[in-house]
């Protein structure tokens, strides 16, 4: 993990810049998260320069953004004109909030590049409120393009952090077999394709 977090801070001052050209994907993005956070208490995991939270903060009562890096937390702050979000370098397998915490868990283009995701999705299920929502978005490189691979054979070379390579239904498998189920889910296009996940815990047997 260290590796990783090394990585994320190298890059943080360019990582806007980097996202720019998927622009038009997170705007769709935005508009999907907005009405499931109206009004709610979010936390989200691996926010880099929170760039969602900001986009979705006048709908959410409460933001926690988090990420491993301390240097992609430092280049959220900037620029936040917002009393509802509160910044903070959170480990994403070892939160220190209290179970069934938040109404909404956000945990964005992240789980591909962690090792055991599965662990990342148990310590998200344990804060968040059963009758809550996790929002998953990823991008899912197997099954790239031509030139989605020559992106992302590059983006190797430079260090970054690929850990699971996943088709969108691939990773929709993924989550139902860590026990999700997926509500919602969509194929946004973006440098890679983006797939949104919005997914509750199962309901529990036996209750009225």
Not at 78 to 101: E, G, I, T
Request: proline residues 3%; positive net charge.
């Amino acid at each position: 993990m260290k590796k990783s977090e090394n990585f994320w801070n190298r890059n943080a001052k360019r990582y806007d810049r980097f996202m720019r050209k998927d622009r038009a994907a997170y705007e769709k993005l935005y508009e999907l998260i907005r009405p499931v956070a109206k009004a709610r208490t979010v936390l989200e995991l691996a926010a880099g320069t929170g760039l969602i939270a900001k986009n979705i903060v006048r709908a959410a009562s409460h933001i926690e953004v988090t990420d491993a890096s301390e240097e992609m937390i430092a280049e959220a702050k900037r620029n936040n004109r917002s009393a509802k979000l509160h910044f903070s370098v959170r480990d994403m397998f070892c939160l220190p909030y209290a179970d069934k915490s938040f109404d909404v868990v956000i945990v964005s283009n992240a789980l591909h590049v962690v090792p055991q995701p599965e662990k990342a999705l148990a310590e998200i299920r344990r804060v968040l409120k059963d009758d809550g929502v996790l929002i998953a978005p990823t991008f899912t490189h197997a099954g790239n393009s031509f030139s989605g691979k020559v992106r992302a054979f590059f983006m190797k070379l430079a260090g970054f952090p690929l850990h699971s390579r996943w088709t969108s239904e691939e990773y929709l498998c993924f989550l139902r077999q860590n026990g999700w189920t997926v509500r919602k889910s969509a194929v946004l296009k973006a440098s890679f394709r983006l797939t949104y996940a919005e997914c509750v815990k199962p309901a529990v047997k036996g209750r009225g």
